[in-house]
Every structure is written in C-alpha cells, then in structure tokens.
C-alpha cells in the first residue's frame, strides 16, 4: 500500500484538519468530525444535512457551503457516521426552518440519521424531514443496502436541493424538491481496478488486469458481472444501456454526469463523456446541462459512472444557481 498517510487510525481527523486549514470559510468539528458552513446556522433557512462514510471525497464535505450543504459527517472510511455526529449536525444548522436529511440507501445511513432525528426532534423539537437517494440501476439488493444504493445523483441532488433552500423554500417544498430530483435520477458505475481501504492494507477484491468490474457501488461492492477489459465505446454502453432501459429519459432534456471513481484522469472522463453523449444523442436524449469530474469517488479505485437527470426548468435553474463550496463553485 502506497499512500500518503500517517498512521490509518488518524486518516479521517487529520484529513478534516486539513481541509480547515485550506478552507477557513468552512467550520470543522473536529471533535464530532463534522464540517459546517462557516456561517452555520442560518436563520430562517432549511437546514441540509448529510454525510456518509469517508473515502468519497469531495463528497460530502466538500459539498459544505453557500448553495449547496450547510454540514456534512465524516464516518470512518466507508462506515457511516454515528447518531452523535449527526445530531451536532442537525443543532448545529438549525435556523428555525427544519432540518433535511440527505441520506444515501445504505443501511448504516439510513438507521443512524433515523435515530438521530428522533433524538433531535425529541430534545430540541426542531422537525426533521429526510430523503433517501437510491438511483443504482446496477443491482436491486446489495451487500450494503435493502433496495438501490445510492450513488451519482447524490452529487446532482445535494446542488440543487441546496439552490432551493437558498431561496427560501419551506421544508416540505425543499424535501419535495428532493424527492423529484431522486426519482429522476438514475446512475451505472464500473471499476478498472480496487480500492484499497488504510486500515485494510490491500485491495477490497481482486480484479485482474485484463478484466473489469460492471454494475459496482462505491465502497468497492461486486456488481452485475465481470467481463474482459473492453474500449471506451463499449464501456459507455454498458454503462448508458442499463440506465435507458430503466427509465424514459426522452420527454425532457437532462443533465448528464460522468463521474470519476478516484483513480482515473480527467483525459479518460472526457473521452468517456464523448462516448456517452453519443449514445444519448442515438438514443434521442437531449442534454442540457454537463459535469464531469471526480465528486463521488471509492478512494483509488480507477473506473467511472454514468447519471442521468431528467430535469425540467426549475430543476435547471436550480442546477444553475450560484454555487460556493470546496468542490463544487459557480456563479458566486
């Protein structure tokens, strides 16, 4: 294993410690390991929570700011966060609108930020509403979750769901806008090569050099299958095939996300984008709206994914909105 730690036990508080370091805007915890928005709590604003895991940077910590996140948990590399953490989150963000909950199916997430709202709302009264993505298309049920897992439309949701808090919008409207965006969204991932976990030492799983992961999660999950190495142009469609079949994405325009997993280079992404808007112009899917980057990744895992998000006009000007955190900036 050749990374650039100290010791595995410290990678997440020391990682938050950096990031405070480089990001003096934002406010860490570090003692609950929780990042806020430097101007945390903001009155009269819905509150928006999340975390999951580390090891998924940018995702969620760096998610944390004006028009998108106001705190994000930090877990320990790919566990979720505790009730604890999640409940100074919650106070923490409390501007007298209610808090939501952002929360990724898995089965960690889902109990801990269930139990922290109820510990929440019973010592605080404040009302706590939440919203699960689930978006995978790759596998019903997994090893982390009952049902989907939720993966890129993580990303595409956190963005426009903190434009609408912005703006104002009450809780119910902020948690409806959610839940829109989540069933729109739909997402396919693959992996060229592991990920290797600190504390482990060594690759999740064992994936030849001539061979590759279709359908995985982001925690270094089997997916659907594995097959021999294939061109760019035959990954895209494995990847875009699945979504299309899953959902009509041809009624209205979308926004289209090529993510990166951790490991693999803009170049590829790129090129990966070229292919997989290819397909959706074949296929009579109109993209509206574009990101390509690394926002959801699985550490050093090499390999992609594909979402798509069917996105009528207020979700497109809340896409738009201005933007203004670590990982994410626009228009601000």
């Known amino acids: 294993m050749k990374k650039l ?24 915890d570090l003692e609950n390991r929780v990042v806020f928005r430097g101007d945390a709590p903001v009155r009269g604003k819905v509150g ?33 966060p505790v009730p604890d953490q999640m409940v100074a989150a919650t106070e923490g963000v409390d501007g007298g609108a209610g808090v939501l909950h ?53 990303v595409l949701l956190e963005k426009i769901v903190g434009a609408a808090a912005e703006q104002g919008r009450d809780l119910a409207e902020v948690a409806g806008v959610a839940r829109k965006v989540n069933e729109r969204g739909r997402s396919m991932g693959m992996a060229l090569t592991s990920c290797t976990v600190p504390a482990a030492g060594r690759p999740t799983f064992d994936l030849p050099d001539d061979e590759m992961e279709i359908g995985i999660g982001i925690h270094g999950e089997p997916g659907r299958r594995r097959v021999p190495i294939a061109p760019a142009k035959d990954i895209a469609e494995m990847l875009v095939e699945p979504i299309l079949a899953d959902a009509d994405f041809t009624a209205e325009p979308v926004i289209c996300f090529v993510n990166g997993m951790g490991a693999s280079p803009l170049l590829e992404l790129y090129l990966m984008y070229g292919e997989v808007a290819g397909l959706l112009e074949k296929a009579g899917v109109r993209i509206a709206r574009s990101l390509v980057g690394s926002y959801i990744t699985s550490l050093d895992m090499a390999g992609c994914s594909v979402t798509l998000l069917r996105a009528d006009d207020d979700l497109l000007g809340l896409w738009d909105a201005p933007v203004d955190t670590p990982g994410l900036r626009w228009g601000a």
């Open 102 to 154: 952002i929360v990724k199916n898995y089965t960690g997430d889902v109990m801990n930020f269930d139990m922290a709202a109820e510990l929440t709302s019973a010592k605080t009264g404040v009302e706590v509403q939440a919203v699960v993505v689930d978006d995978d298309v790759a596998v019903q049920d997994s090893l982390y979750t009952a049902g989907r897992r939720g993966v890129g439309t993580t």
């Open 48 to 80: 928006l929570v999340s975390g999951g895991g580390s090891g998924h940077e940018p995702m969620h910590g760096g998610f944390v700011g004006r028009g998108m996140l106001d705190a994000a948990c930090a877990g320990e590399v790919f566990t979720s």
């Open 5 to 28: 730690i100290n010791d595995p036990a410290d990678v997440v508080v020391e990682a938050l410690r950096g990031m405070a370091a480089a990001h003096p805007g934002l406010r860490v």
